[in-house]
């Protein structure tokens, strides 16, 4: 059974940096997509990035490009988030999919974690 558990959530200031962990587990084959989606409160989820097991390819949402980084690590995937804004508030989740290609909605993840709240002050 798959399991997915985020951490590194946190508040901090506009301007600041965080990373989030996700520790995957019960992954039995390596072709996998994992990302990173978050949620805003009143605001649906949406995606922020992914990137294929092999790291040969990664997908950022535009608000994320040139700020954000996914990447992995054995079993962890983390999300390297820089030059943090208060718009960036929300519930990170991580999940695994099958489906590689830009800008993926929910329902290319079939697994996901139960988040981890950032809170980027302004």
């Known amino acids: 059974q798959v399991q997915l558990v985020e951490s590194g959530g946190g508040l901090v200031q506009a301007g600041g940096s965080l990373r989030l962990s996700c520790a995957a587990s019960g992954l039995t084959f390596s072709n996998y997509v994992m990302g990173w989606f978050r949620q805003a409160p009143g605001k649906e989820r949406e995606f922020v990035a992914a990137?294929?097991?092999?790291?040969?390819r990664s997908y950022y949402a535009d608000s994320a490009k040139g700020r954000f980084t996914i990447s992995r690590d054995k079993m962890m995937v983390y999300l390297q988030m820089s030059s943090l804004k208060p718009e960036d508030t929300g519930v990170y989740y991580c999940a695994r999919g099958l489906v590689a290609r830009s800008n993926p909605l929910e329902q290319d993840f079939g697994s996901w974690g139960q988040g981890t709240q950032v809170t980027v002050s302004s």
């Open positions: 990137m294929t097991w092999s790291g040969s």
